[in-house]
């Protein structure tokens, strides 16, 4: 069983940029596919990126394609989520989640691990 830590969160102005790190323990990420979701008060959880491990395979969504990077250091076994021009509407909860097996995956109920969530705060 993985365990998962985020951190990184924080007040940023708009525009402004941060980076989530969401370190892995128990067990390396090794064939594990893994997620960063967010979720905003009163709306439900939603994709932002995710990245096959082994591969290195990403996506982003729609939303946050041209402003936000995953990325992946095995040596650390940690994922990152670079956030550049940040949006008061990219306030929420930011989540990372892994899942045991390869590919990239967009439901959050296809991920069996999570960290207990980082807050990003952008004021305009």
């Known amino acids: 069983q993985v365990q998962l830590v985020e951190s990184g969160g924080g007040l940023v102005s708009d525009g402004g940029s941060l980076r989530l790190s969401c370190a892995g323990s128990g067990r390396t990420f090794s064939s594990y596919g893994l997620g960063w979701f967010r979720q905003a008060p009163g709306k439900e959880r939603e994709f932002v990126a995710a990245?096959?491990?082994?591969?290195?395979?990403?996506r982003g969504a729609d939303s946050v394609k041209g402003r936000f990077t995953i990325s992946r250091d095995n040596a650390k076994n940690t994922m990152y989520l670079q956030m550049h021009s940040l949006k008061p509407e990219d306030t929420a909860v930011y989540y990372c989640a892994a899942r045991l097996g390869v590919g990239v995956r967009y439901n959050p109920d296809d991920f069996n691990y999570w960290g207990q969530g980082t807050q990003v705060t952008v004021s305009l």
């Open positions: 990245i096959d491990w082994n591969s290195g395979t990403a």
